[in-house]
């Protein structure tokens, strides 16, 4: 939370989004009375929106936050200042006579593995508790020196992630006081780091270090065992503070200290740290004097999946590609136009007549009217090899076609990079794999998803021109697979000893027949238990997940293959036994890599699941009540010696129709499980009350994704857990205790959303907006909270399948919107199984099915609900027109502003309770933009218009 500053003018503290310039917006009464001329602008953000709207039926799926089986960010990508500010503080220290803020970005990453919030970086001068911002002869933002700040009585006092005393933020909580002994402990406890063996530190900072993002204290203790083969000491985890100085400790969860999230602290040599920086800043020097003759760097986008063009591969470690948008493709195509312009008059074509390899020119194209930089990469008798530095390819051409290119055309970056595909490293030069890459990327413009920013970043590329996005490094990866290991798929085919491993809520079913393949991945899979067995060391635990990635995890207390199919934040994540086609969501602790010298034979061996569904019956959730799929369920999942026959084979969807028999007459189909079914007073068709509220999600990489698994279907003995069950003691209000489906009783619901005083700033980000009259905020500084907080639901209520509880209106439970879990209140319940739900921290409304709540437990009622109603201040209410609804949405949705508070409407819950305020947009250098004055003036303009 950054410090509340003094306004110079009003008195008042000023709050602004971590991402926005901070700077305080004119109140009211002194902004200036000149209208902006907005009406031209106002007619393309209609047409423009009306446009998109058309296209909202086909736009690429993975644009969609909630698309299952995509790499997704938080709602709100936010950003947790207090860990930012203690790795800040880490930094200084070891740079204590000052360094240039443009030096900080790279320090950071070569400390955290991670590259420091934009936002960050607008926050400095605010921390004045942590750093010392200086001006020494420059206003520009990358001349700024950065210093630690004076030791002060005040700040002193305080930790390196904690604001200093004078900050009243109202969101601000003090850490739990977790260094203080509990008196249920002898006093031989250890109460300092000191006391901690030097061993046991040293293997939980390798731990720690795997986990970038952060690792939850709850889960140490059996990775410790895992890694190590030892156990954890008890009294490590109700004294987090003996790692103090190894990891940075943050408390999602203030009321509960074994909630903590571990951030590890990188302890580097701070000669060499100096004489790296020391070393760049000479660089730097030498490219000033020789500016004439050097091109800055490209720089990598922000965004988190910008477009690009893939141009080849010969490697998939070096893959060049260019990308597309504002400053890349269109700067290039405007560069492109200038020289040609330049060189169209013969007075600038000076043809270069001595060319050297590695130097720059301008070449006329074969249509002689395209002019492309280009290097010399070899000189031969009236010819030479060039590289176009924009388009990634070479070629040999005349000497003639050399031209000098003059130095204005060197401000421009080279457009064509390199990246390097993920899970594709030890494969990057196999040529199945560069065959299928060139057959489904060359050449064409697909989303990457960068997972490292480096100089040749790691990336997953994503085509997202087809109605199913595809994964094209999982695809590429595919391309090793022996499919004469595949399951067999014969019509007419009959098979016994069956083990049927998964029954989705659709029909659907997944199963394994004996095979060659099945024979050698369980001899594969026993040798990969033998190397766990004998290897002490993290260098197989998963410290990067990403959607599409091969890697293992325990299933009936083996490990077993799976995919990741989706992400929830950097620490839960969805996965898929490929194996047996079970979905559960682990935590990223969960997972570990693929032993190398077992690697190529994993990957070649195909997936064992044989998707199946029974012949003679419809396949959808309409057709299938809870009591026929669970019927299906008990009959076949412990049966260990089933049977069936291939009826029809869709090779399209690999799916297999079948009759299945849990005996061997298999001759008789009428004996069938199938003909079973469809004789049974289950077989009930009320499709309206089992439809879904949403149409079906895509599928990036996966199968049908299966309906969330029980535990029994985990484990064979009942001793092993489901590998989503959170390692934690239940509330006792979510204990097994309770009836089946009965709401949990005596919920505490959370306290009200402390707001500031009357006429205060706060950050905010607009989760939802309809009209000026009616919009839902968040506040900024919690959105952290919030995706930690629906993480542990999502590990929570995926667990197991239950019943669902008998709701009613108005109240409070979990709903399982697409993938996510969030909390909610009814509504209202409809008559066709749908209810009616407001998702409390977002402020959306959805249609769920019944079968898709749960009741909420104590636990999930630490943090206050986040979603605040409100309406614009500084406009009189009306009803607003859809075109005033588009303009608003356009400015604020999605989007952190400035939040100044004119008055509340209190009620005794937050879904009842509504502010109005003001809304600023300050993320212009030049002006504020405060939201009244732009609707005031287009409700102008359409009055005038009429």
């Known amino acids: 939370m950054r410090d509340s500053q003094s306004d110079v003018k009003g008195g008042r503290p000023h709050n602004t989004p971590p991402n926005t310039p901070t700077r305080r917006p004119s109140l009211p009464s002194e902004r200036s009375d000149k209208r902006m001329t907005l009406s031209s602008r106002f007619q393309k953000e209609v047409h423009a929106h009306l446009s998109q709207n058309q296209q909202l039926s086909n736009a690429p799926s993975i644009l969609n936050e909630n698309t299952p089986a995509k790499p997704r960010v938080p709602h709100s990508a936010p950003y947790s200042p207090k860990l930012v500010q203690s790795r800040l503080k880490e930094v200084l220290n070891k740079h204590s006579n000052g360094l240039w803020v443009s030096k900080l970005p790279q320090l950071y990453r070569e400390h955290y593995k991670q590259d420091l919030p934009n936002e960050a970086l607008k926050d400095l001068e605010h921390w004045t508790h942590i750093c010392t911002v200086e001006k020494p002869c420059s206003t520009k933002p990358q001349e700024l020196l950065l210093y630690p700040a004076k030791e002060t009585s005040q700040i002193t006092s305080h930790s390196a992630a904690t604001p200093p005393t004078h900050d009243k933020s109202p969101f601000h909580h003090k850490k739990p006081q977790t260094q203080r002994s509990s008196p249920t402990y002898k006093s031989s406890t ?23 993002s952060g690792l939850w204290a709850h889960a140490l203790p059996k990775l410790y065992q895992d890694t190590y083969k030892c156990k954890l000491p008890e009294f490590v985890l109700d004294h987090l503070t003996l790692l103090s100085d190894i990891c940075t400790i943050d408390y999602p969860m203030p009321d509960n200290p074994k909630r903590a999230i571990l951030y590890a602290k990188v302890v580097e040599d701070e000669n060499r740290n100096q004489s790296g920086l020391a070393g760049s800043e000479l660089k730097e020097t030498v490219e000033r004097h020789l500016s004439s003759q050097t091109v800055p760097s490209l720089v990598i986008p922000r965004e988190e999946y910008p477009s690009v063009l893939v141009v080849e591969a010969s490697d998939t470690n070096s893959v060049i590609l260019r990308y597309i948008g504002e400053g890349y493709s ?23 007549t001595s060319p050297l390899p590695g130097q720059l020119t301008a070449i006329r194209a074969e249509e002689e009217e395209e002019i492309l930089r280009a290097q010399v990469c070899e000189v031969m008798a009236d010819k030479v090899k060039v590289y176009y530095v924009d388009h990634g390819f070479s070629e040999v051409v005349n000497k003639s076609k050399l031209l000098e290119l003059r130095e204005k055309f060197y401000r421009l970056p080279f457009q064509a990079t390199k990246c390097k595909l993920a899970g594709l490293e030890s494969f990057s030069q196999e040529q199945a794999v560069l065959k299928r890459f060139e057959s489904m990327a060359t050449g064409k413009i697909l989303l990457a998803e960068i997972l490292e920013r480096k100089e040749v970043p790691l990336v997953v590329l994503y085509d997202t021109s087809q109605d199913d996005d595809i994964n094209i490094n999982a695809a590429c990866m595919k391309a090793l697979q022996d499919r004469s290991l595949e399951s067999p798929l014969k019509v007419n085919s009959a098979y016994m000893n069956v083990n049927v491993t998964s029954v989705c809520s659709d029909g659907t079913i997944y199963c394994q027949v004996p095979s060659r393949g099945l024979t050698k991945l369980n001899e594969i899979l026993e040798k990969t238990e033998n190397y766990f067995h004998s290897q002490v060391t993290s260098e197989l635990l998963v410290s990067r997940p990403f959607c599409g990635k091969n890697c293992l995890a325990r299933y009936k207390g083996k490990w077993s293959r799976v995919e990741i199919t989706n992400l929830h934040g950097s620490r839960v994540l969805d996965i898929l036994f490929v194996d047996v086609g079970v979905q559960a969501s682990v935590e990223v602790t969960e997972l570990r890599e693929i032993p190398p010298p077992l690697l190529r034979d994993l990957i070649s061996t195909p997936a064992q699941a044989l998707k199946c569904c029974l012949a003679d019956l419809p396949v959808s959730v309409g057709s299938w009540t809870p009591d026929a799929v669970q019927w299906l369920r008990d009959t076949v999942l412990h049966c260990g010696d089933c049977s069936l026959k291939i009826a029809k084979v869709d090779e399209s969807k690999r799916l297999a129709h079948v009759y299945l028999f849990t005996s061997k007459n298999f001759h008789d189909t009428s004996c069938s499980l199938n003909q079973q079914l469809a004789d049974s007073n289950l077989w009930n068709h009320q499709k309206d009350v089992f439809l879904s509220s949403r149409g079906p999600s895509k599928s990036l990489n996966a199968p049908t994704s299966p309906a969330t698994i029980q535990t029994s279907s985990l484990s064979t003995d009942g001793q092993d857990k489901a590998p989503h069950t959170p390692r934690r003691i239940s509330s006792p209000l979510g204990s097994q205790s309770a009836p089946p489906g009965s709401p949990p009783e005596q919920l505490v ?11 205060q700033n706060m950050d905010v980000f607009v989760s939802v907006a309809c009209h000026p009259g009616h919009f839902v905020l968040q506040p900024w500084q919690d959105m952290s909270k919030l995706v930690d907080l629906m993480g542990e639901m999502i590990l929570h209520y995926n667990k197991m399948e239950e019943k669902p509880p008998k709701v009613e209106k108005n109240q409070v439970c979990a709903a399982k919107v697409e993938n996510n879990w969030y909390r909610v209140l009814v509504k209202g319940v409809l008559t066709n199984g749908l209810v009616s739900v407001f998702q409390l921290d977002y402020g959306k409304h959805e249609l769920v099915n019944c079968t898709q709540l749960r009741p909420l437990t104590q636990e ?6 986040q979603a ?30 400035v939040a100044q508070l004119e008055s509340v409407h209190e009620a005794s819950q937050s879904w009842d309770r509504k502010v109005v305020i003001y809304l600023v947009d300050t993320s212009q250098e030049e002006r504020d933009i405060w939201l009244h004055d732009i609707m005031a003036e287009f409700t102008d303009e359409m009055s005038n218009a009429a």
């Open 868 to 897: 605040i109603t409100a309406q614009l201040a500084g406009v009189k209410p009306r009803q607003w027109s859809e075109e005033a609804a588009i303009v608003f949405r356009n400015h604020v949705e999605k989007k952190p502003l």
């Open 749 to 759: 619901l959370p306290p009200l959303l402390e707001l500031p005083e009357i006429g």
């Open 190 to 212: 250890p109460t300092s780091p000191s006391d901690l063996p030097l061993d046991v530190k040293q293997k939980l900072g390798e731990l720690l270090m795997k986990y970038s």
């Open 330 to 352: 269109k700067a290039q195509e405007k560069l492109e136009d200038e020289m040609r312009e330049f060189y169209g008059q013969d007075i600038n074509k000076v043809a270069l």
């Open 860 to 865: 999930f009622c630490q943090l206050p609900f």
